[in-house]
């Protein structure tokens, strides 16, 4: 990243935003201390969950993670717009991915770093996902007069398509598992559900569904276990 940043200015960083506390953001270390900032629930994320995290992924990866520390962000940050570093930029404390996703709008591009709240092409993470929460900062999104879409995954696109492609998933995940709780199946029969065709382009569909039915399908079995 610094390497990209040196091709483009010789300017110093002066902000590294956390958009949020998934470890596949991990690189803190790598910037000026004083620049590195978060919302304060992604920081209490960070203090919470970035150790296991970051040995997880030594578990995983091995020498690629070699030195690799967890850095927590020292300075909070609020939903606000200013001028920094000469853009006008607008911060959206948003949430639904996690319990706080941050979303930067460039006014002067029309550019909208939408972080893990869109995805392009892959299928969304939900290891710590609210669903309806995360519909609404979607819906929220897709209401921005925006000329250019940045997601967390996939490829920059010009319109809001890697918008209502997320939205779309996350409804048929909601549904499906919704669906497989009030049907009385189980997790394990849950995992066996096929992905709607749809969606099976999708990067990673086969595994993020499983992993999802993990992460969300106690939720809706309680839900359904309490209507009735």
Known sequence: MRAAIARVTPLPVVLTLNTHHHPDHFGNQAFPPDTIAALPETIAGIEAEGSAFNDNLYRLVGDWMRDTEVVVPRRRLAASRQVIAGRDLELLALGGHTAADLVVIDHA??????????F???APTTPHADIPRWLDALAQLERLPARRWVPGHGAVHDDTGPLRQTRAYLDWLSRTLQGAAEGGLDMAEAMTLPVAAEFRALALVEHEHRRSVVHLFPAAERAALGSR
């Open 120 to 122: 392009n092409g892959r």
């Open 109 to 118: 591009s029309g550019t909208v770093f939408a972080a893990d709240l869109v």
